[in-house]
């Protein structure tokens, strides 16, 4: 797969300052004013003023410069409208919108499995704050998923990896998915997903950032049902959720056909366990009060099994 991750994304939000505050104490670190990093990806999170919140941009790398003109001829068939630079290629999603930028980019080395020699009870207490090791997925929502799909499937040439609630999750390559598009009145971030290095760092994190400020939490600890990752949701406060997430299914993944749908495979429940939400539908919670936001959203990640969902 020439597509190999996702480099950055740029978000208008409304909270500016308080929202930079919230990645801070995540564990991004600001590079420059609204411009935040991972501890391995580099500067992955770009945040700018605005009255309206808005995915303005996501980044894609891929492996070589004739990658850009082999994605843009598919694009074109697509009647996406690529724009061709000497540096990158552009073309807007045409159902939400999202302007996706392509980069010629070194992959980032594989996540190694951890393993712990010697078992220490001291080594379960944090020594240091927790920092999100990448960018692992962008979840946004839109009007017409099915048609927004063929963008990054058939043009891009990212693989279906799972439908969850409706919604493809799709993957460049061993992650279970990297991108992720779920039913929506209109276009929306959902959530952001940062891959820290161990479930303990989950609990950590969360733990941290909920201390002081109870309001942020929307749901976790749990566990994903097709993806396997271990996850805790947070809300930020400009309309989305940040996930702190941890998976030992990726690292395990032989090949980029691993997370391939088996045929008649039915859809997997969003989690296999996890601790209540604070709200039975949290996609809508942090919406309510931003300019421009309708008071009544839908909860597009319910499931019908008992339990909260969220996804």
Same mark, same amino acid.
């Given at each position: 797969?020439?597509?190999?991750? *996702?480099?950055? #994304? /740029?978000? +208008?939000?409304?909270?500016? !300052? &308080?929202? %930079? ?78 302007? *996706?930028?392509? #980069? /010629?980019? +070194?992959?980032?080395?594989? !996540? &190694?499995? %951890? ?84 479930? +303990? ?111």
């Amino acid at each position: 797969m020439v597509a190999h991750r *996702v480099i950055r #994304l /740029v978000r +208008d939000v409304v909270d500016y !300052d &308080a929202t %930079r505050t919230f990645y801070r104490e995540f564990g991004l670190t600001e590079t420059t004013p609204g411009t935040f990093a991972s501890a391995v990806g580099g500067e992955q999170l770009e945040l700018r003023p605005a009255e309206v919140p808005a995915v303005v941009r996501i980044d894609i790398a891929v492996e070589q410069d004739s990658d850009l003109d082999d994605i843009a001829a598919r694009l074109l068939r697509l009647g996406a409208a690529p724009v061709r630079t000497k540096t990158h290629l552009e073309a807007r999603e045409p159902v939400s919108g999202v302007l *996706v930028r392509l #980069l /010629v980019e +070194d992959r980032l080395a594989r !996540d &190694a499995p %951890r393993r712990q020699t010697e078992l220490r009870r001291d080594d379960l207490v944090p020594h240091e704050p927790v920092r999100p090791q990448r960018l692992g997925h962008v979840v946004l929502g839109c009007a017409d998923v099915e048609e927004a799909k063929h963008f990054f499937l058939d043009g891009i040439g990212m693989r279906l990896s799972d439908y969850v609630t409706s919604g493809p999750f799709m993957r460049f390559d061993t992650d279970h998915h990297n991108i992720v598009l779920i039913p929506a009145p209109f276009t929306l971030l959902h959530h952001t997903a940062w891959k820290v290095r161990s479930v +303990d760092e989950i609990g950590n994190g969360g733990s941290q950032m909920i201390a002081n400020h109870p309001h942020r939490h929307a749901w976790g600890l749990g566990r994903h049902a097709a993806s396997a990752n271990y996850f805790w949701y947070l809300r930020d406060p400009s309309g989305a959720f940040a996930e702190y997430y941890y998976s030992d299914m990726d690292e395990r993944a032989p090949d980029r056909f691993f997370w391939d749908r088996l045929p008649d495979q039915p859809e997997l429940p969003v989690a296999v366990w996890a601790s209540p939400s604070l709200e039975q539908a949290p996609l809508a919670a942090p919406l309510r009060g931003v300019p421009t936001v309708p008071e009544e959203m839908p909860a597009p990640l319910l499931e019908t099994h008992p339990g909260p969902s969220g996804r």
